[in-house]
Nanobody
Framework: VQLQASGGGLAQPGSSLKLSCSIS????????IGWFRQAPGKGREGVSC????????FYSASAKNRFRISRDNSNSVLFLQMNSLKPEDTAIYFC????????????????????WGLGTLVTVSS
């Protein structure tokens, strides 16, 4: 299994970015797949994910109403559309895969995920 995130960069506050994660070696809809981020000096936190075998999603409080997760199953790509970006969104963003059927209380725990991409840096600054 390989994951490769891309699409990060420098963005101004209030602007948008779309991240992509190419995933090889598995079927996207058979796993929990999601996005995490890690800001400087902080732990890794869950941003959003698709529930295994479902189109249902989870979002963190900070991502809800601003970010949107989507996927292209045929091309094995996971996306994260980020709108209304804020300086506090500055972080390295990682895509991750879990074989577990995670629930509301567990989806955002990094330890639940077996596979990780290398991450892409998002910097929000004027």
């Amino acid at each position: 299994v390989q994951l490769q995130a891309s699409g990060g960069g420098l963005a101004q506050p209030g602007s948008s970015l779309k991240l992509s994660c190419s995933i090889s070696g598995l079927r996207l809809d058979s796993y929990t797949i999601g996005w995490f981020r890690q800001a400087p000096g902080k732990g890794r936190e869950g941003v959003s994910c698709f529930r295994r075998g479902s189109t249902s999603t989870f979002y963190s409080a900070s991502a809800k109403n601003r970010f949107r997760i989507s996927r292209d199953n045929s091309n094995s790509v996971l996306f994260l559309q980020m709108n209304s970006l804020k300086p506090e969104d500055t972080a390295i963003y990682f895509c991750a895969v879990s074989r577990y059927g995670l629930i509301a209380s567990t989806w955002s725990q990094p330890a639940q995920y077996e596979y990780w991409g290398l991450g892409t840096l998002v910097t929000v600054s004027s």
